[in-house]
């Protein structure tokens, strides 16, 4: 069982909210991601980090913003929702070894109305 | 593009057949994973396969890497209902780097 940790499960909120999908990880792994998931279609990769205080953007480009402050803790921030943001957030995290694993969170379903 | 493309897209076969999925992938790996996906959930480490490596097994999963044609299969044998599940794979291409998925192959596996 993987101890990564996504809150909130389910958000649903108006047009013009600043939100915050929060991601902890018990594991002490380096490396934290994130990508964006529509239903039934492939995963994107919109952020990672290779440790505290580096975070760099992924192959898709997102108006969201992330920060690593601690090691435990990889939080994206969307300023001001829109319609378009609408999707599933997948955060996960790997121990940076040679396998690469990476162990995922169950999720955050944004709808934004 | 870095992805692995899974094909096929959508499998649907009965309880105690088995499920085939392939994957390609485009330059030299490090390793290849497989994830499963089920519906609305995070993706669950299924099986790594190392580039020196040709198969795994792992229950009743069976995964083959052929380096010369970029390709790898997944076999599950005597699928169950409960292997409904979205599969992904993802090359790796450099040592722990960031994993790019595809668009996976959707299992069906009708009771």
């Known amino acids: 069982e993987a101890d990564i940790y996504q809150t909130p499960r389910y958000l649903v909120i108006g047009t013009g909210k600043k939100i915050t999908l929060e991601c902890s990880q018990t594991m002490g792994h380096d490396k934290m991601y994130w990508y964006q998931q529509d239903p039934g279609m492939e995963l994107h990769l919109i952020h990672y980090s290779y440790g505290v205080n580096s975070t760099e953007k992924g192959d898709l480009s997102s108006e969201s913003t992330v920060s690593r402050i601690r090691t435990e803790h990889f939080p994206l921030t969307l300023e001001s929702a829109r319609p378009s943001h609408t999707s599933q957030y997948l955060c996960?995290?790997?121990?940076?070894?040679?396998?690469?694993?990476?162990?995922f969170g169950e999720g955050s379903r944004l709808t934004v109305l | 593009s870095q992805q692995g493309e899974e094909d096929p897209q959508a499998l649907s076969i009965q309880e105690g057949e088995n499920a085939t999925m392939n994957c390609s992938y485009k330059t030299s790996i490090n390793n290849l994973q497989w994830y499963r996906q089920n519906s609305g959930r995070g993706l669950v480490h299924l099986i790594l396969?190392?580039?020196?490596?040709r198969e795994k097994h792992s229950g009743r999963l069976r995964v083959t890497l052929d380096t010369s044609k970029k390709s790898s299969s997944l076999l599950i044998t005597a699928s169950r209902a409960a292997d409904t599940a979205s599969y992904f794979c993802a090359p790796s291409y450099n040592q722990g780097g960031k994993l790019i998925f595809g668009q996976g192959t959707e299992l069906s596996v009708k009771p």
């Open positions: 996960a995290s790997s121990d940076g070894a040679y396998t690469g694993e990476l162990f």
């Open positions: 396969i190392r580039s020196n490596e």
